[in-house]
């Protein structure tokens, strides 16, 4: 039984056969692999079961694209990477172009044109961690395909009086940043029954007691 466990323990810290040969990444999209690759931080040659899986995992997160990342051992010799990058959600107008950041603020990419896919927003102070930044985010996320297509500009610039300025001209009073699913529940309602138009205002910054004006 020594002899059994002598041989495993040999295998597992001083074999050959058991260590880090491939850093294999998947998920990238804008990180260049080989920055990941940097990132991990664990050499070729490293015995498998002696790699620090949590401390990878913190290097590669630092990456300012990367959101989350989980580091596994994939038996024999392989560190197996996933990676969710951070993608963008709202465009923030910079200068003469735009710049796409993620619901923590943080910079993506930048367009000399006006993006399509993400609404703008409008805020006061710095973007990157701004509460402003987060509460605009979190309107996108829970809203409908049907309602984010719509939505022009998001003015969050006053704190706790959000407003959503839509395509056909019509305003939604958001209000703060609580209880948007509700909200976007209840707009949707709202715009059912009396269809979007030029001027119209919805009023759902308190979602029991929404009004059209």
Known sequence: MVGLV?????VLLGSRLLVVRDVSVEGLER???QEAVQAVG???GTPLIRVDLGAAEGRVADLELVEQVDV??????????EVAERRPVLAVRVGEGYR????DGIRIEDSDTRPGAQPLVRVTGEVEGNA???????IVEAAPDSLLAQMQLIDASEGGEIT???ADGSTVEWGDASDTEDKSDVLRVLMGEHPPQDGQVYDVSNPE?????
């Open 6 to 10: 002598c041989v495993v323990t040999w």
């Open 31 to 33: 990180v260049p692999e």
């Open 42 to 44: 664990v050499d070729t």
């Open 72 to 81: 596994t051992r994939s038996w024999p010799a392989t560190l197996s990477v």
């Open 100 to 103: 796409l950041v993620d619901g």
């Open 132 to 138: 402003g930044v987060r509460a605009a985010a979190d």
């Open 164 to 166: 959503v300025q839509l």
């Open 209 to 213: 007691l929404a009004i059209v004006k």
